[in-house]
Every structure is written in C-alpha cells, then in structure tokens.
C-alpha cells in the first residue's frame, strides 16, 4: 500500500469493496490501520461517523477475531441507524460474553470448573433492537447483584502507574486530590459498576488474563471522603485506553445516554467536567494514546 499498491487486493481481513477501499484511505490522521480497516467498512455500509467511533472504541476497533460473525453485528448496527451510539459498547460487551467467554462456574465446597461460553450460538438475525437493548440491561442487573462467587484478585499492571495530582485554585484555598488507581479484584470492579450504574464488572475475566486494567479517578477536597469521577479501561498490550466513561456511562465530553443526564447530581457533574484535564494529565504521564471514542 505504502509504495501504491490496491488495499483491495492486500490479504486485510476485511473484505472491502470499491467504495470501502476509498474510504479507508480517508480515515483521520492517528487512526490505526485496524481503526481505518473499521471506518471504511462501516462507512461504506452506510453507517456513520459517530457508529465509526463507537464500534472503534470497542474490542472491534483492535482484532478482526471471529470477524464472518461481528461482520454480521456490524451490519445490524447499520440497518438500525436510531440506535443510540452510546448503547454500542454494552452491546458488543454482552455479545462477547454471551457467545465467547467460557463461563466460570463455582462448585460446592469452591472449586472452580470453566464451561463452555453461556450463548456459543448467538445470533443477532431476527433479533430487534428492543429486545437485544432489554437483553444487555437485564445482563447489567446480574452483574450488579452478584455476590454468590468468591472474590477474584489479580496483581497490579506493572507498566502504568497510579496517578496523583493535588491542585488549588488560590494558595489560601484547600486542596482538591485527584487520584487514578487499579482495581484489583472482581469485588472492586463490582463496587466501582454499582457505584458508577456501568457494566465494568464485566471486565473481570479480562482483568484476570492481563489484557485489560481497569481504572478508578477519584477526587476528594480536603478531610472529605473521595468521590468516584470515572472509570478507565486500558489495553495493556497496545497502552490504549478504549473506554472511559463517568456515572451511567457517560463520555468524557459530557455526552450521556438518552434520558441520563438529569440524574448526574450537581456536585458531580462539577467535577465530571474537569475529568478529562486530568485524564489528559495522567495520559501524558504514562504515555498512554486515547482511542477515538473512548
């Protein structure tokens, strides 16, 4: 490609038409070429940008696995353009866990058997947007009241640090403590999901294997008790942070999913606005990249 060549005729994994080939080569400066592969996949399908971005900040925007199935999802997004952006990452999340995860089953007395994934023949032909929508929230519902299995830990990343940045805005002023730290077990992500009303609980297995670290900002003014800004997921591999989202999901740019908004209470919106400042600060501490989307 880099000396002129057709991408058509390159082995990608993605088989791309005419119009699809065009569009990759327009993709934004800083894409990936697995992100550029998705943009003009899903453009050429008559998506949009916004679908682009969201399906990019998913696992689908790094791997190609298993891609004769998610080609398929990709297109049910298509074909149903009402579909809030925002609801696609919890979609993939439940597919994934539904048609792919081997499911940890707990015996009596605690010992711990791995079972074939709850759903391996998930299918999204036939299924409306509705019901798959119901599907995810009653999955959310699960994740957040479980507590028959034992807690799962695992050791810390050790190449991304913790953050700590303490800030004033007049030296006579008290302190505001901004903090970014690891959750190390599945009881913290369970904590962190109820906390924040997302599905990050699901993260679990991930968490466990070392592809994923999961990430809580907090803040807390002086002698108060921290408060939980936002949640941060981080692909170890490619140090590439593919979600970040506050309370009920919402973006770092304030974007919330319908109907969300008004339940952010004043106070935290407050601080939920300087959480992408110190997201960016923490970035550059580590030298981590921000996917398109995030």
């Known amino acids: 490609m880099g000396n002129g060549g057709n991408i058509r005729k390159a082995a ?30 899903i453009l050429g399908l008559g998506g949009d940008v916004s679908l682009v971005e969201a399906i990019n900040a998913t696992v689908l925007g790094r791997s190609f696995e298993e ?7 990709i297109h049910f997004f298509v074909n149903n353009p009402m579909l809030d952006p925002d609801q696609v990452g919890s979609i993939v ?7 792919f995860e081997p499911e940890e089953i707990v015996l009596p007395g605690g010992e ?30 699960r994740l957040a009241r479980e507590t028959r299995l ?69 803040v807390a003014e002086t002698g108060a008790t921290p408060r939980r800004v936002m949640t941060v997921s981080v692909h170890n591999g490619s140090r590439r942070i593919n979600q970040a989202r506050g309370k009920h999901n919402a973006r770092p740019n304030g974007s919330t999913p319908n109907g969300r908004k008004r339940t952010l209470e004043g106070t935290y919106r407050r601080y939920f ?17 921000m996917s398109k989307g995030a």
């Not at 730290?181 to 466990?208: F, I, P, Q, R, W």
């Not at 606005?273 to 990249?289: D, P, T, Y």
């Open 12 to 41: 990608t994994p993605v088989q791309l038409t005419k119009r699809m080939a065009h569009l990759f080569l327009q993709a934004p400066d800083g894409s990936t070429v697995e992100e550029a592969l998705r943009w003009g996949q």
């Open 67 to 73: 891609e004769s199935f998610w080609s398929k999802v």
């Open 93 to 99: 999340d439940y597919i994934r866990h539904r048609k």
């Open 112 to 141: 711990r058997r791995v079972g074939p994934p709850p759903q391996p023949n998930f299918s999204v032909k036939g299924r409306s947007v509705n019901k798959l929508l119901r599907e995810v929230e009653a999955w959310h519902r």
């Open 150 to 218: 034992p807690d799962r830990k695992w050791a810390a990343s050790t190449q991304i640090q913790p953050f700590e940045h303490e800030e004033r805005e007049r030296p006579e002023d008290e302190s505001t403590r901004w903090t970014i730290t690891e959750l190390l077990s599945s009881k913290e992500l369970k904590d962190e999901g109820n906390a924040m009303s997302h599905c990050v609980a699901s993260y679990s297995g991930n968490c466990k294997g070392g592809k994923v670290s999961v990430w809580s900002m907090q």
């Open 273 to 289: 606005r300087q959480s992408g400042r110190i997201l960016r600060l923490w970035l550059e501490q580590e030298g981590l990249i």
